[in-house]
C-alpha cells in the first residue's frame, strides 16, 4: 500500500489529471490511496468568496462563485466520461449550490466565524477528489471516493484543527485496506476532516501533506509520496536564490527542521505520522515522473557535507524584551511566554541574555496587545522585515567548526540572534531581509561548492 498525495498544481487542470491519472496506473499493484489537495488556487479563492460576501460585496461573491463553477465544470468536463457528465453536472450543482448559499448567508450576517470559513473552504478538497476519482476511473481504474470528513476526526479549532488520532488512525485503518484489497484506488480530498460531531473542520493551509501522512501512518502504508510541482527539496530556497541542486535522500529529522523553517515544499507537520510509524516520504514531480526526487528516510546515509541544505523565513518580526528585574530573578521567561501564549501566538526562535530576550514571531496580529502586557514587567520593542536563515545537517553535531565556517561566509552582513537547537542538527540566525540573498548565496557557495554524488544531484 502507498499513498500518493497530489497537491494543487498537480490537478489544476484536465491535462494536469490526465498526467496524474498516469502516474497513479504506472502503480497499480502498490496498491495506491490518492489524496488530493483543491484545484490550482481554489483554497484562495473559497476564500477570497468569503471574504466578499462578508464586506457586503454579495454580488461579488456570487460573481466569484460561479467563475469558480466554470472553471471546474469545464476542467471537470474533459475528464469524466460521456456518460458521467450528468451525474458529474448533478454533484457540480449541488455542492456549488450549497456554497452559494453559505456565502449568502454570511453576507447576511456580515460575519464570518472560522467555522464557517472551514465550511466554504472544504469545498475544495470536496471537488478536487470527486472529480479526480472520476477521471481515474475515465481511465478505466476501479475507483472508491471517500469523504475525508467522514474518516479524519480533529477537534474544533476551526481552520487549524488537529487530528484525534485514535479515532481518526482507528477508522481509516478499518475503511482502507479491505478496499485496497478488493482492487479499488482509493480517493480522498486532503486538508478537510471533521469533529467527532460531523462539523467540517481544516487542519490550516497546506494541510493535504499532513492529511496524506495520517492515512499513510494509519494504514502502515509502504510509502507516502508527495506529487508537487519541484523535483523535490534543495540545497536552498530557489525563491531567494537559484542554481540550487537537488538534495537526493535527507533524514526525516532534517527534512523537519527545514520544513519548519520555511521549505514551502512540505507542510511541517507532515513528517510526525510518518516518523512515529518509519514510513519513507518522497517528494516528486507530477511533470517530470520520471525525476526520482527527494527521499526522506529514518535515517540519512554518511556523507561528507557538512550540511544538507539553508532554509529561510522571510516576513519575519524580532521582538526584544529586557529588564533588569530578570537578574537572578525565576519566572521571568514563564511571564514572557505566557502572554505569547495567552495571545495565541507561536514564538519561532529565542535567544536570551541574563537581562534580555529576543524571539521572532510570524504572525503580527495581536502584537499591540503582546507589547502592551509585556510593558507592564519589561521594556519591549520590535523590528519587523527581518528573516531567519537555517543552516540544516545532521553532520553539524559530529563536526567541529561548523558554526565558525557559517560566520565565516557571512561574515560582510549584520547577523543578531544566533541559535543552535538542541538537536545540533540546525544552526539559525536573524539577518535584515535585504541581507537575505547575500547570505544565502555567500552560505551556499561556502557549503555546497563541492557535492557527495550519493546525497546530491
Ligand atoms: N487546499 C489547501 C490549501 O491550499 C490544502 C493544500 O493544498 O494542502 O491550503
Ligand atoms: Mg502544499
Not at 523535490?232 to 519548519?260: K, M
Not at 505520522?273 to 526520482?292: G, Q, T
Not at 519591549?380 to 522585515?385: A, N, P, T
Request: net charge negative.
Amino acid at each position: 500500500m502507498i499513498v500518493m498525495k497530489f497537491g494543487g498544481s498537480s490537478v489544476e487542470s484536465a491535462s494536469a489529471i490526465e498526467r496524474v491519472a498516469g502516474i497513479v496506473r504506472a502503480r497499480l499493484e502498490r496498491r495506491p490511496v490518492v489524496v488530493v489537495s483543491a484545484m490550482g488556487k481554489t483554497t484562495n479563492k473559497l476564500l477570497a468568496i468569503a471574504r466578499a460576501a462578508v464586506e457586503g460585496g454579495r454580488k461579488e461573491a456570487i460573481q466569484r462563485i460561479h467563475e469558480l463553477r466554470d472553471y471546474h465544470s469545464c476542467e471537470a468536463r474533459q475528464v469524466a466520461p460521456l456518460a458521467e457528465r450528468a451525474e458529474l453536472d448533478l454533484i457540480l450543482d449541488e455542492h456549488f449550490q450549497e456554497l452559494t448559499e453559505l456565502a449568502k448567508g454570511l453576507a447576511v450576517l456580515g460575519e464570518a466565524t472560522p467555522r464557517s470559513i472551514d465550511a466554504i473552504a472544504s469545498y475544495g478538497e470536496r471537488l478536487s477528489s470527486a472529480i479526480v476519482a472520476r477521471a481515474l476511473r475515465h481511465c478505466g481504474m476501479d475507483t472508491a471516493h471517500l469523504d475525508s470528513r467522514s474518516y479524519l476526526v480533529t477537534d474544533n479549532r476551526f481552520t487549524q484543527a488537529s487530528p484525534l488520532y485514535g479515532p481518526t488512525y482507528a477508522r481509516l485503518a478499518e475503511a482502507i485496506p479491505p478496499l485496497l484489497r478488493a482492487g479499488k484506488v482509493v480517493v480522498m480530498g486532503g486538508f478537510i476532516g471533521a469533529t467527532e460531531d460531523g462539523v467540517t473542520t481544516t487542519l490550516g493551509r497546506g494541510g493535504s501533506d499532513f492529511s496524506a501522512s495520517l492515512v499513510g501512518a494509519a494504514i502502515g502504508a509502504e510509502e507516502i509520496q508527495i506529487w508537487t510541482d519541484v523535483d523535490g527539496l534543495l540545497t536552498c530556497d530557489p525563491t531567494i536564490l537559484e542554481g540550487g541542486h537537488r538534495v537526493r535522500v535527507i533524514s526525516f529529522n532534517e527534512a523537519a527542521e527545514l520544513a519548519y523553517f520555511g521549505a514551502k515544499v512540505l507542510h511541517p507537520s507532515t513528517l510526525l505520522p510518518a516518523m512515529e510509524k518509519n514510513i519513507p516520504v518522497e517528494i516528486l514531480n507530477s511533470r517530470r515522473p520520471d525525476c526520482e526526487g527527494t527521499t526522506i528516510l529514518p535515517q540519512a546515509p554518511p556523507t561528507s557535507n557538512w550540511i544538507k541544505s539553508i532554509a529561510c523565513k522571510k516576513n519575519v518580526t524580532v521582538v526584544d524584551v529586557s529588564s533588569t528585574r530578570m537578574l537572578m530573578a525565576h519566572g521571568f521567561l514563564h511571564k514572557i511566554f505566557e502572554v505569547f501564549d495567552r495571545f495565541e501566538t507561536p514564538v519561532d526562535m529565542v535567544t536570551t541574555s541574563e537581562v534580555s530576550v529576543s524571539l521572532t514571531i510570524d504572525n503580527t496580529r495581536h502584537l499591540s496587545e503582546i507589547t502592551r502586557e509585556l510593558s507592564r514587567f519589561a521594556e519591549v520593542s520590535h523590528e519587523e522585515g527581518q528573516a531567519i536563515i537555517c543552516v540544516v545537517g545532521d553532520n553539524i553535531r559530529y563536526t567541529p567548526g561548523v558554526a565558525g565556517r557559517i560566520f565565516k561566509a557571512v561574515e560582510g552582513v549584520n547577523v543578531r540572534m544566533i541559535s543552535q537547537g538542541a538537536s545540533l542538527r540546525n544552526v539559525s540566525f536573524v539577518v535584515q531581509e535585504s541581507a537575505l540573498k547575500p547570505a544565502v548565496e555567500a552560505l551556499h557557495a561556502a557549503f555546497f561548492s563541492e557535492l557527495d554524488p550519493e546525497i546530491f544531484a
